[in-house]
């Protein structure tokens, strides 16, 4: 059974740089899979932020491009997101998920990041 | 960017009702286009893909149809736990985005 488990800081100051991890079980970061970071702040709705291969192929949502860094740990079977220069509108629970061309077909629980001084 | 866009962002309607929700891209997607339902507090499940194709397990009331750049999903007789938040999403390639999201709720 496929698992993705959020992990990281759920309290991030402005101006600062939120990092997460998603530990992947049941399955190897290695495949032909694409790792995805995907956001929803509170009340709204789902926003892509970008997804990442384990050959280093990435893309990032045009608007966060600049901010955004994604890249996969193939010996811990994890992939990570780095967001910077973070503002109270980055406040989110970020999902990690993965897919293959196709819609997403597995989650993580989401984990609730805030930015707030 | 292509962008996604839902309508209506939200409705009311009874237990019963047919319910019909669109999905306009900003240009042609062919039919890389999903639905997923999210209940509050929940991960969003995958209700239909390709369009058109229902998932495993996911009820009969539920279809989806269209190409190109409108498609329409329908809940065809509106149950209880048919209270969600649906959110259409166009995959395969760069960007994925999704639709800004229908909110359905029971009148």
């Known amino acids: 059974q496929v698992q993705l488990q959020e992990s990281g800081p759920g309290l991030v100051k402005p101006s600062e740089t939120l990092s997460l991890t998603c530990t992947v079980s049941?399955?190897?970061?290695?495949?032909?899979?694409?790792w995805l970071w995907i956001r929803q702040p509170p009340g709204k709705g789902l926003e892509w932020i970008g997804s990442?291969?384990?050959?280093?192929?990435?893309y990032y949502k045009s608007s966060l491009k600049s901010r955004v860094t994604m890249s996969v740990d193939t010996s811990k079977n994890q992939f990570s997101l780095k967001l910077s220069s973070v503002t109270a509108a980055d406040t989110a629970v970020y999902y990690c998920?993965?897919?293959?061309?196709?819609?997403?077909?597995?989650w993580g629980h989401g984990a609730l990041v805030t930015v707030s001084s | 960017d292509i962008q996604m866009t839902q309508s209506p962002s939200s409705l009311s309607a009874s237990v019963g009702d047919r319910v019909t929700i669109t999905c306009r891209a900003s240009?042609?997607?062919?039919?890389?286009l999903a639905w997923y339902q999210q209940k509050p507090g929940k991960v969003p499940k995958l209700l239909i893909s390709?369009?058109?194709t229902l998932q495993s397990g996911v009820p009969s009331r539920f279809s989806g149809s269209g190409s190109g750049t409108d498609f329409t999903l329908i809940i065809s007789s509106l149950q209880p736990e048919d209270v969600a938040t649906y959110y259409c999403?166009?995959?395969?390639?760069?960007?994925?985005?999704f639709g800004g999201g229908t909110k359905v709720e029971l009148k």
């Open positions: 998920a993965r897919d293959l061309d196709s819609p997403v077909d597995y």
């Open positions: 049941g399955h190897s970061v290695s495949s032909d899979y694409y």
């Open positions: 990442v291969h384990h050959t280093g192929r990435s």
């Open positions: 240009q042609d997607i062919n039919n890389y």
């Open positions: 390709a369009a058109s």
């Open positions: 999403q166009k995959y395969k390639g760069d960007p994925l985005t």
